[in-house]
């Protein structure tokens, strides 16, 4: 491995673990998989906080617009992608390869399985240690491509929760307005009921005296019958 690919890594991980815990956290390996083609070498990378539905989403449309490649279902498999003839700078060397993929969920997050296929054989680090380089810096890049995903759908999340509160705001806010028109409505009431007892005793006031008046008017009667 030369220097400056090491440094390339190095720096790779060091970024992605400052970034911070949301941030997906990737680390590429190779070993032997079993795929549809029989045993062959593979690059995993770990996604640890990148659940397999986003990774899933994501893969197809980012290889379409990095290298131009169709991304199809492996017949007569479970999840096996395929990925053919299409060239990637410093893999390929010049030629074409075909690559097959396939992500599974892993603990918490999930992982991508590749394979790809040269006329050498596949990408391995006995194959070719520069070819094996740029294969992994190739995942390394899809890697950060997830963390910025991730970001935007932490923000959507946030911007969502923003709205919700803003929302809440509004609603209080409509509750004082309600509430200080119920205390203008309850005060209008108490003015017009105060005034309403003003006309009421004054109404009784005017009653009293004409229950005098007839009172009198009996009495005044009854006299007439007694001097009759």
Same mark, same amino acid.
């Given at each position: 491995?030369?220097?400056?690919?090491?440094?390339?890594?190095?720096?790779?991980?060091?970024?992605?673990?400052?970034?911070?815990?949301?941030?997906?956290?990737?680390?590429?390996?190779?070993?032997?998989?079993?795929?549809?083609?029989?045993?062959?070498?593979?690059?995993?990378?770990?996604?640890?906080?990148?659940?397999?539905?986003?990774?899933?989403?994501?893969?197809?449309?980012?290889?379409?617009?990095?290298?131009?490649?169709?991304?199809?279902?492996?017949?007569?498999?479970?999840?096996?992608?395929?990925?053919?003839?299409?060239?990637?700078?410093?893999?390929?060397?010049?030629?074409?390869?075909?690559?097959?993929?396939?992500?599974?969920?892993?603990?918490?997050?999930?992982?991508?399985?590749?394979?790809?296929?040269?006329?050498?054989?596949?990408?391995?680090?006995?194959?070719?240690?520069?070819?094996?380089?740029?294969?992994?810096?190739?995942?390394?890049?899809?890697?950060?491509?997830?963390?910025?995903?991730?970001?935007?759908?932490?923000?959507? $999340?946030?911007?969502?929760?923003?709205? +919700?509160? @803003?929302?809440?705001? /509004?609603? =209080?806010?409509?509750? !004082?307005? %309600? *509430?200080?028109?119920?205390?203008?409505?309850?005060?209008?009431?108490?003015?017009?009921?105060?005034?309403?007892?003003?006309?009421?005793?004054? $109404?009784?006031?005017?009653?009293?005296? +004409?229950? @005098?008046?007839?009172? /009198?008017? =009996?009495?005044?009667? !009854?006299? %007439? *019958?007694?001097?009759?």
């Amino acid at each position: 491995m030369q220097m400056k690919d090491l440094l390339f890594s190095l720096t790779f991980m060091l970024l992605l673990v400052l970034a911070g815990s949301q941030v997906v956290s990737a680390q590429v390996t190779s070993q032997r998989m079993t795929m549809s083609r029989g045993s062959n070498d593979a690059l995993i990378l770990e996604l640890p906080t990148a659940e397999e539905k986003l990774v899933a989403k994501l893969w197809p449309d980012w290889l379409k617009d990095n290298y131009k490649v169709k991304t199809k279902k492996v017949r007569k498999t479970k999840n096996e992608l395929e990925h053919l003839n299409f060239s990637i700078p410093g893999v390929s060397t010049g030629g074409k390869v075909d690559m097959y993929s396939a992500i599974r969920t892993s603990g918490g997050g999930s992982e991508l399985t590749i394979w790809i296929a040269t006329p050498d054989g596949y990408i391995s680090p006995e194959l070719g240690s520069d070819r094996y380089i740029e294969a992994e810096k190739m995942l390394m890049r899809f890697a950060l491509a997830v963390s910025r995903e991730q970001i935007q759908l932490q923000v959507e $999340e946030e911007e969502k929760a923003l709205k +919700e509160l @803003e929302k809440d705001l /509004e609603r =209080i806010r409509k509750d !004082k307005e %309600k *509430l200080e028109q119920d205390i203008v409505d309850a005060e209008r009431a108490i003015e017009k009921a105060r005034s309403d007892i003003e006309n009421n005793l004054g $109404e009784q006031d005017a009653k009293a005296r +004409e229950i @005098e008046a007839q009172i /009198e008017k =009996i009495e005044a009667t !009854k006299r %007439k *019958l007694k001097d009759f």
